[in-house]
């Protein structure tokens, strides 16, 4: 059984950085690319970004572009997101989630395993 944790989250500072880890536990062979999802208190939960274990490709939704990295270490089964100069709407949950195509999609319905989410607050 696929299980994804997701670590990392925390309080930062307006302009501060943090770097969120998904480890991928338990066999995972059909999971072949996987995604940063956050939700804000109120909103709906957004894509923020996909790394395919595939081809290594990497998909960012608009919103984030140039202030988030995502990056994967297949040895490692873990899919990080770092995210520098924060801003306080960057405050939410954050999910990872896994797909079973290595084609990264930005709609949630889309990813059939998601992790409990780590939570991000961005306050001075």
């Known amino acids: 059984q696929v299980q994804l944790v997701e670590s990392g989250g925390g309080l930062v500072q307006p302009g501060g950085s943090l770097r969120l880890a998904c480890v991928v536990a338990?066999?995972?062979?059909?999971?072949?690319?996987i995604g940063w999802f956050r939700q804000a208190p109120g909103k709906e939960r957004e894509a923020v970004s996909c790394f395919s274990w595939t081809d290594g490709r990497i998909v960012y939704a608009d919103a984030p572009r140039g202030r988030f990295t995502i990056s994967g270490d297949k040895a490692k089964s873990t899919v990080y997101l770092e995210v520098k100069n924060m801003k306080i709407e960057d405050t939410g949950l954050y999910f990872c989630?896994?797909?079973?195509?290595?084609?990264?999609?930005?709609?949630?319905?889309?990813?059939?395993?998601w992790g409990q989410g780590t939570p991000v607050t961005v306050s001075s």
């Open positions: 338990g066999f995972h062979d059909d999971l072949h690319s």
């Open positions: 989630a896994g797909r079973d195509h290595y084609v990264c999609k930005r709609d949630p319905a889309q990813y059939s395993y």
